[in-house]
């Protein structure tokens, strides 16, 4: 029977200690990890490259990417009623400018690292991968909470209604929107976080507002329980950004690398044919530590 641990003194067997503990506990699940989903084309560019690509968010399936808080939002607007329908057009204007004036750029990941919806989504309908992360490991090297200046691993929320998400990003909107958002009824907690993380400066205010659409989403999207590395930039500030064809559409992107000892884990489609030996031969090939494991899914590619 193959020992699981070998000797604890010399580093080699220090290191393979290590990443056998790792995958066992990620196996049984006592790790916090997050899982993206991708085709087999982008599963050999992470295990080779360590690296991301943070590409544009509107070019995801989710057609209302950045707009459900805000149209939702809007909706509650004229209801109020000291709330003209020219008012809210105003409003609805300078958030869209700020919208239009900056790039959403990001990957997804899932807590769920097996999940069937996710698999027909953004996997090649179920014929590519999911590649299983350390969170902890992602949260330290992308931690700033402003992800204006550089990248963000960040949680998503879905918007129920009265939800503290929701609550909180209406007061952000309505500081950085309103033309007289001096005059807003702003809790006084919310005041000193913005003092603390909102330039004074207007543009930059609108802008980091428009970032936070960006981290809730429709309650639709619930299952996917999303987490995701973001960046909300103006092309001209974005730093080494690189350009890609995608359904006919040139958009920016920017890559960001991680650490191989990052990767926890590795989930072979429902559809996909690779035998699991050639992937355990790819990740060592790369260095990488990880289980391998087929999914439970039963779904046919159509």
């Known amino acids: 029977m193959a020992r699981l641990f070998y000797c604890v003194v010399c580093p080699a067997c220090l290191a393979f200690n290590l990443g056998k503990l790792k995958q066992f506990l990620g196996v ?11 085709s087999a084309n982008v599963f050999l560019s992470l295990i080779q490259r360590k690296e991301f690509w943070l590409t544009s968010l509107t070019s995801s399936n989710d057609r209302a990417e950045g707009r459900w808080m805000l149209d939702n939002w809007l909706d509650g607007l004229t209801d109020e009623h000291d709330m003209t329908a020219e008012r809210v057009g105003a409003i609805r204007g300078n958030a869209q400018a700020a919208l239009n004036e900056n790039y959403a750029l990001g990957i997804c990941f899932s807590e769920e690292s097996d999940l069937l919806s996710q698999w027909r989504a953004y996997s090649d309908d179920a014929t590519g991968f999911s590649v299983t992360f350390n969170r902890e490991m992602l949260q330290r090297r992308y931690a700033r909470a402003d992800f204006l200046a550089s990248p963000a691993l960040i949680q998503i929320a879905y918007g129920a ?3 503290p998400q929701v609550a909180r990003a209406d007061q952000w909107l309505r500081l950085a929107f309103f033309d007289d958002a001096a005059d807003c009824q702003i809790d006084n907690n919310v005041t000193q976080f913005l003092e603390a993380e909102f330039s004074s400066d207007l543009s930059q205010r609108r802008r980091l507002a428009a970032a936070l659409l960006f981290s809730i989403k429709s309650p639709a999207f619930c299952e996917e329980k999303e987490w995701r590395i973001l960046h909300y930039s103006s092309l001209n500030a974005l730093r080494n950004v690189e350009f890609r064809e995608h359904k006919t559409v040139i958009s920016p992107y920017v890559r960001l690398p991680f650490e191989r000892e990052a990767i926890i884990g590795v989930t072979l489609g429902p559809c996909n044919d690779t035998p699991e030996d050639v992937v355990e031969a790819l990740l060592k090939a790369n260095g990488v530590h990880a289980w391998v494991r087929k999914s439970a899914a039963s779904y046919v590619s159509r």
């Open 28 to 38: 049984l699940g006592l790790l916090d990890q997050i899982s993206h989903y991708c």
């Open 161 to 163: 209604a009265h939800s």
